[in-house]
C-alpha cells in the first residue's frame, strides 16, 4: 500500500475537546474553513483505520455519516499550543469527522421520529461490520453511548464513531447486541428491505480497495517507527465482510 491518494487538510486551530467518549476527540478549525472532530495519536492507528473503512462503507450504503477528512495535525501546532493534552493529538495524520451544527446525542424518545428504514439499516449495518458500540445507558446499570447525533431544526439522523467495529466471530452474538438501540426492530425487517440491503453490502464491499487506496500509510503499522504491520488489512477485511455480503442468510436468521 503506498502513499494516500487524497490531500490531508491542514488543522489551522484547536478549538476544545470532547469531554465524554475513550477517544476524547479535538474540535478543531481546518484550513478547508470547516469544523471537524479529530481523532490522533491517543487513539491509536487501528482505531483511525477503523473509522475511516467503516465510515466509508457506511456512506457507501447511503448512512447519513457526517463527512469524513484525513486532517493534518503540523509539528509547529502541537509544539506552540498551551492547550490542555494536545500532545494526545499527535502530528501527522489524524482522522477527521465534521462537526455537525446544532446537533445533540441521541436518546430513546427520538426512535420513533426516525425513519423506520433507517433503523433497519443501521441495525444491519452494525450487525454486518460488527459493532456493539451503539448502545443507550441504563438509569442504575450499564454506561452506553449511541453514537448517534439528532439535529433538531432537521428532525433527522447522523451516525457517528466506528472505531470498535470489525470486532473477532465470537462477537457474533445477540447478547452483544441486546442493547443496540434499534434491537427492537428485530423480526420486523421485510423481504424488499432485505434484499435492497443485500445489493448496498455486495457493492460496498466492491468499494474496499478504493477505501484502501486512500489511508494514510502510517496508519497501516501499529507503531511511529512502521515496524508491527496492522492485522487490519484490505484481505483481512475482505475476509471479516465478505461472506455475508455474498449470502446474508445467516444475518437475516440473527435479525429475525
Given at each position: 500500500m503506498g502513499a494516500c491518494m487524497i490531500q490531508p487538510v491542514p488543522i489551522i486551530e484547536v478549538l476544545s475537546r470532547a469531554t465524554q467518549g475513550a477517544t476524547r476527540p479535538f474540535l478543531c478549525r481546518c484550513e478547508d474553513g470547516h469544523l471537524y472532530w479529530a481523532k490522533g495519536a491517543a487513539a491509536g492507528t487501528m482505531a483511525l483505520l477503523t473509522e475511516w473503512v467503516v465510515g466509508r462503507l457506511g456512506q457507501h450504503l447511503g448512512l447519513p455519516i457526517p463527512e469524513m477528512a484525513i486532517l493534518y495535525v503540523p509539528p509547529e501546532l502541537i509544539a506552540e499550543s498551551a492547550f490542555p493534552g494536545i500532545e494526545d493529538l499527535g502530528t501527522g495524520n489524524c482522522f477527521g469527522s465534521r462537526h455537525v451544527e446544532g446537533a445533540q446525542e441521541y436518546d430513546s424518545t427520538m426512535i420513533e421520529r426516525t425513519d423506520q428504514l433507517l433503523r433497519w439499516k443501521i441495525l444491519s449495518f452494525d450487525y454486518w461490520v460488527r459493532n456493539t458500540d451503539r448502545t443507550f445507558s441504563r438509569p442504575y446499570g450499564s454506561s452506553g453511548n449511541p453514537n448517534l447525533l439528532w439535529c433538531m431544526g432537521e428532525g433527522s439522523l447522523r451516525v457517528i464513531d466506528h472505531n470498535n467495529a470489525l470486532l473477532p466471530n465470537d462477537m457474533l452474538d445477540i447478547g452483544n447486541y441486546r442493547r443496540h438501540v434499534f434491537v427492537g426492530e428485530r423480526g420486523?425487517?421485510?423481504?424488499?428491505?432485505?434484499?435492497?440491503?443485500?445489493?448496498?453490502?455486495?457493492?460496498?464491499?466492491?468499494?474496499?480497495?478504493g477505501i484502501y487506496l486512500d489511508v494514510p500509510e502510517a496508519w497501516l503499522f501499529l507503531d511511529v517507527e512502521r515496524c508491527v504491520k496492522s492485522d487490519m488489512t484490505l484481505d483481512f477485511v475482505q475476509g471479516m465482510l465478505g461472506p455475508i455480503a455474498r449470502d446474508p442468510t445467516a444475518m437475516w436468521e440473527f435479525l429475525s
Open positions: 420486523h425487517l421485510t423481504t424488499p428491505f432485505k434484499l435492497d440491503m443485500a445489493t448496498g453490502m455486495a457493492d460496498a464491499l466492491a468499494s474496499l480497495p
